[in-house]
């Protein structure tokens, strides 16, 4: 079965679709379809283990089990009916839909959506295996459902826990970015892990520990598992023993870093340093309690890359126009440094005191945000 070809789903942050689609093609991977918030791409079995091991910026990877149009909800019974769930299910599997999501679209209860694809996938399995009953005491097939403009996708979770959960970030700060934004965020910029990177409001540490997995090349799940790792009909224990070692395989050891964070509350910034310990790249990073105001580097070309406070979670609205002013000034300060900063603060340029070179609108959850770059000159060749 493994070289059978499978379409598989990987959903990301909204304007990111293009950075998620570099890393699949890196990984070997046909393209089939670029969506809002989602890349398919096809593959072999092995595609579903090296996806969720390597992808830094999915949420997760989902098997596409079938499309059609629905209308109705008998149109939904007989299209999840027809897909052969029991090649992939096994008799005692654990099987339901954990999301639906409709959009333009006239099917739009969830719940009825939930509970209408379950009866049908019972029938479908129930023709298969003889029987009119399932224990569902084994492993967990979760199953999600998107209904666009009346056309129906159905697939199977394959990851479990987002990706975003790195498994490293035991502790985090008040108002965290997440690990799959942070990491489409640097790879958005040209840093590389031979020029000096600060993140002045480092918080928990994401974006110097997302940097730090990068520049070293340490995939992003290569410690954690997966809820696809026990499904035996489809992806044998032996393609996911190969994916990991493959993973580590490729980790640079000898890489020289040199990753900054600061913050101001000394408390964040020891939950930063156990959670780059956790990720195995703490000793790529420097963490240090420091307000902005005193941030400078004798150092050229080097880079900013950060996630100030907003207004609307943590700063007082009044302090926001001194606190850019005073971000504009200390990057002029550098010597043709890059800065890249996310923020749904509307006047950040305007105190910064500079255009963005470029403004890219990106949702984080459900704050409209910019990530303004404002690039300085280039290194001299070597």
């Known amino acids: 079965m493994s070289e059978e070809r499978f379409e598989l789903i990987a959903p990301c942050h909204f304007g990111l679709e293009a950075v998620l689609k570099k890393e699949i093609q890196k990984l070997g991977y046909d393209i089939v379809e670029v969506e809002d918030g989602r890349v398919t791409f096809a593959g072999p079995a092995s595609a579903i283990a090296r996806a969720n091991i390597n992808l830094r910026t999915s949420e997760r990877v989902l098997l596409k089990c079938g499309s059609f149009k629905a209308t109705t909800f008998d149109d939904l019974y007989d299209g999840i009916k027809h897909i052969p769930w029991a090649r992939i299910i096994p008799r005692d599997g654990k099987f339901w839909v954990t999301k639906a999501t409709t959009n333009k679209s006239k099917l739009f209860s969830q719940t009825s959506i939930q509970s209408i694809a379950k009866k049908a996938m019972v029938e479908s399995m129930a023709a298969t295996y003889h029987v009119n009953h399932f224990a569902e005491d084994g492993d967990e097939y979760p199953v999600r459902i998107f209904i666009k403009k009346d056309e129906v996708s159905v697939g199977l979770d394959t990851t479990g826990i987002s990706l975003h959960k790195r498994g490293y970030r035991q502790l985090v700060g008040k108002a965290p970015i997440s690990e799959t934004l942070a990491a489409a965020l640097i790879m958005l910029t040209p840093w590389r892990e031979d020029r000096l990177l600060i993140d002045p409001f480092c918080g928990s540490g994401t974006f110097p520990i997302e940097a730090a997995l990068i520049g070293a090349n340490i995939a992003p799940g290569v410690n954690r598992d997966f809820t696809s790792c026990t499904w035996e009909k489809l992806i044998g224990k032996k393609m996911w023993y190969e994916a990991y070692d493959e993973a580590r395989s490729l980790e640079k050891s000898d890489v020289d870093m040199k990753i900054i964070g600061y913050d101001l509350d000394s408390q964040i910034v020891k939950c930063a340093m156990k959670n780059a ?42 302090t926001l126009p001194e606190l850019y002013r005073c971000i504009g000034e200390r990057y002029r300060a550098l010597d043709n440094w890059s800065m890249f900063l996310i923020t749904s603060y509307e006047e950040a340029e305007k105190y910064i005191g500079r255009k963005a070179d470029k403004n890219r609108k990106i949702y984080n959850g459900m704050i409209k945000s910019y990530y303004y770059q404002f690039m300085g000159a280039k290194p001299p060749k070597r």
Not at 278 to 299: E, N, T
């Open 277 to 318: 310990d956790m990720a195995g790249v703490a000793d790529y990073i420097h963490f240090q309690a420091k307000p902005v105001k005193d941030l400078s580097s004798p150092k050229p070309y080097g880079f900013i890359i950060t996630n100030p406070p907003y207004g609307e979670r943590l700063e007082e609205k009044e």
